[in-house]
């Protein structure tokens, strides 16, 4: 494990491995740089992977109130640690992530997302609400009501806090309320991405619903170097056997 410290003093943890150009793996809800093991190592021939603990999870810490600005400048810790320039992939919020960072000035050589979650019912007064619950220990509550406005079923949710690894998710509920404020209150950022000169590729699941879609063609549309594509069969949980070969051709 390496870490960087971020601008206001935040250690922020981060695995290295692979050979080649610099490549940022920026994850979304309930995930850390544990989650993207298989995704690195797929990538791990062709790229330097950088896989990394946002802030408030893993082994990352988290100095003072949350804004998005914090963790714009938590990615450019970790790429200045990668060389000063890196590619990036960013799922989900994690990509919303990314284009918040691209927008800022942040040095990426070029970017990619998935299916960022720009789409109706993720906003300000929400994200208020997940951060009162998580404040107040209701970490439960915090989980349940993130996955129900994920569209995730009840009986999928009875399911899920019946199992092992509900506890884990948990241990998220604090950070919730950040993947909600990433959102932008469910629209996409034109004005911000039509700053990005970069490529920039936006990804989204034909199995996926219709919002995710839409939502690639709209990010494609205001970057001015953008462009989407629709991969065949995938849901918001892209495999990963799909994706290192689009990541590839398109970073290289």
């Known amino acids: 494990m390496n870490r960087a410290q971020s601008n206001d003093g935040t250690q922020i943890a981060f695995d290295r491995a692979g050979a080649g150009p610099a490549l940022v793996l920026v994850v979304g809800a309930f995930s850390d740089r544990a989650s993207t093991k298989t995704l690195a190592s797929g990538l791990g021939p062709t790229f330097t992977v950088y896989e990394y603990d946002r802030r ?73 609400r997940l951060a009162d619950m998580a404040a107040a220990g209701r970490k439960s509550d915090a989980v349940e009501a993130f996955l129900a406005l994920m569209g995730t079923p009840a009986g999928v949710l009875k399911q899920m806090k019946a199992g092992p690894y509900w506890e884990h998710m948990e241990s998220f509920a604090h950070t919730l309320a950040y993947e909600v404020g990433l959102c932008n209150d469910g629209s996409v950022p034109v004005d911000r991405l039509s700053k990005i000169s970069i490529p920039t590729l936006a990804l989204a699941g034909g199995a996926s619903p219709e919002w995710a879609r839409e939502g690639a063609h709209a990010i494609a549309a205001a970057v001015p170097n953008g462009q989407a594509r629709v991969l065949e069969g995938q849901g918001h949980g892209v495999a990963d056997d799909v994706l290192i070969p689009v990541l590839k051709e398109f970073f290289m």
């Open 56 to 128: 408030g999870r893993g082994d990352s810490g988290e100095a003072g109130p949350y804004s998005i600005q914090r963790e714009v400048d938590d990615l450019a810790a970790v790429i200045e640690a990668a060389g000063g320039s890196a590619f990036a992939f960013g799922h989900s919020s994690g990509g919303a992530l990314v284009l918040e960072a691209a927008a800022s000035g942040v040095p990426l050589r070029a970017l990619a997302v998935y299916e960022p979650p720009y789409t109706e019912g993720p906003s300000h007064e929400f994200a208020a």
